[in-house]
T-cell receptor, first 114, second 110 residues
Framework: DTGVSQDPRHKITKRGQNVTFRCDPI?????LYWYRQTLGQGPEFLTY????????KSRLLSDRFSAERPKGSFSTLEIQRTEQGDSAMYLC????????????FGEGSRLTVL | DAKTTQPPSMDCAEGRAANLPCNHS???????VYWYRQIHSQGPQYIIH???NNETNEMASLIITEDRKSSTLILPHATLRDTAVYYC???????????FGTGTRLQVTL
């Protein structure tokens, strides 16, 4: 399968713990995006990378959130000191730079904070 | 990004055409209309996009009005597997991100 893959698919954690999600984009895509989706809402943009550079971050991305794409390939999204409000689906997507309207999404990582 | 307006929900009988409308009255000349869908518990899936001409692919057809202020996504023969939330988005194709609204929840019934 050459699509976008995310790991883990599900994560249950206690409030205050740190969690990390990984995303492997389609190999030839140089753009990688993170979105968050809560129940009944559309996906909300968090941040995106062009190659290894993080070019934009949403105000939704508090200082407890950090994302990296160290070699311009896979990316990680870390949430420190999780809160119940962080419970959501975290979606990763990738695209070619020349067509950023056509995103390829992964299946998402569902986070539940108890 | 220009904003879009979609009905919150629609029903369609299996085998019939599903016509999903979208208003984007403030669309700019360089913005495309993109459609995505999201089946329950999956990531969004790209369906189709267009600038001003009607487009068709193996999944759907996209009809854009001449003034480009609205569009319709057509699923010609809806099946139960087409039950999903459908998002209409306008984007230049080179912008930094897509902005999703709440979409239209399409329920296909027997």
């Amino acid at each position: 399968d050459t699509g976008v893959s995310q790991d883990p698919r599900h994560k249950i954690t206690k409030r205050g713990q740190n969690v990390t999600f990984r995303c492997d984009p389609i190999s030839e895509h140089n753009r990688l995006y993170w979105y968050r989706q809560t129940l009944g809402q559309g996906p909300e943009f968090l941040t995106y990378f062009q190659n290894e550079a993080q070019l934009e971050k949403s105000r939704l991305l508090s200082d407890r959130f950090s994302a990296e794409r160290p070699k311009g390939s896979f990316s990680t999204l870390e949430i420190q000191r999780t809160e119940q409000g962080d419970s959501a689906m975290y979606l990763c997507a990738s695209s070619r730079q020349a067509n950023t309207g056509e995103l390829f999404f992964g299946e998402g990582s569902r986070l539940t904070v108890l | 990004d220009a904003k879009t307006t979609q009905p919150p929900s629609m029903d369609c009988a299996e085998g019939r055409a599903a016509n999903l409308p979208c208003n984007h009255s403030t669309i700019s000349g360089n913005e495309y209309v993109y459609w995505y869908r999201q089946i329950h518990s999956q990531g969004p899936q790209y369906i189709i996009h267009g600038l001003k001409n009607n487009e068709t692919n193996e999944m759907a057809s996209l009809i854009i009005t001449e003034d480009r202020k609205s569009s319709t996504l057509i699923l010609p023969h809806a099946t139960l597997r087409d039950t999903a939330v459908y998002y209409c988005i306008v984007n230049t194709g080179t912008a930094s991100k897509l902005t999703f609204g709440t979409g239209t929840r399409l329920q296909v019934t027997l």
